[in-house]
């Protein structure tokens, strides 16, 4: 829990919401890694595995998702800076029920990128639903056996740059 008399760096003494300024502080290298999954029923893990969904490549289509929410973070989060990204890499761990996706980010700049690799995450993982929802999809149209979960960040780095 924090320490109620810290400041409240988005928003002002009257409570208006603000961007923090980072104007001041140095440039660092920065690196986020976010992970997440999509539980799946196992008939549509092996389409998945066979290339025989019919919208096409899940897993690459939910890598350019990934990326793309990668750069376009700053336009879906409120107060999140525009950084530069330097680099993004996404990693599919396909199991018996479920798909994995880790993504990790790097940028040079004032502020971290841990947002950037959760947007990637659960873009990759929404974009794995919206091309698998046709076989996911019970009799009653609703999805029981499909959810995203356990999104998170497993690990964010901050180095001087040399």
Same mark, same amino acid.
């Given at each position: 829990?924090? $320490?109620?008399?810290? +400041?409240?760096?988005?928003?002002?003494?009257?409570?208006? !919401?603000?961007? =923090?300024?980072?104007?001041?502080?140095? #440039?660092?290298?920065?690196?986020?890694?976010?992970?997440? +999954?999509?539980?799946?029923?196992p008939?549509? !893990? +092996?389409?998945?595995?066979? $290339?025989?969904?019919?919208?096409?490549? !899940?897993?690459?289509?939910?890598?350019?998702?990934?990326?793309?929410?990668?750069?376009?973070?700053?336009?879906?989060?409120?107060?999140?800076?525009?950084?530069?990204?330097?680099?993004?890499?996404?990693e599919?761990?396909? %199991?018996? %029920?479920?798909?994995?996706?880790?993504?990790? !980010?790097?940028?040079?700049?004032?502020?971290?990128?841990?947002m950037?690799?959760?947007?990637?995450?659960?873009?990759?993982?929404?974009?794995?639903? $919206?091309?698998?929802?046709? =076989? +996911?999809?019970?009799?009653?149209?609703?999805y029981?056996?499909?959810?995203?979960? $356990?999104?998170? =960040?497993?690990?964010?780095e901050?180095?001087?740059? #040399?």
């Amino acid at each position: 829990m924090s $320490d109620p008399d810290d +400041e409240l760096t988005h928003t002002t003494a009257d409570g208006d !919401v603000q961007m =923090v300024d980072v104007g001041g502080k140095p #440039d660092t290298a920065r690196r986020a890694v976010a992970r997440g +999954e999509i539980r799946l029923t196992p008939s549509t !893990v +092996e389409a998945i595995r066979a $290339d025989g969904i019919a919208k096409g490549d !899940v897993l690459a289509t939910a890598r350019i998702g990934a990326i793309g929410a990668v750069k376009h973070t700053w336009e879906t989060i409120p107060m999140c800076h525009q950084i530069p990204i330097t680099n993004a890499d996404t990693e599919f761990v396909v %199991d018996d %029920d479920r798909v994995e996706l880790t993504v990790a !980010v790097e940028t040079t700049g004032k502020t971290g990128c841990e947002m950037e690799a959760l947007e990637g995450v659960t873009t990759g993982l929404n974009v794995v639903w $919206d091309m698998v929802k046709a =076989v +996911e999809k019970d009799a009653d149209g609703g999805y029981p056996d499909t959810r995203v979960s $356990d999104v998170e =960040v497993v690990s964010k780095e901050k180095r001087e740059l #040399d």
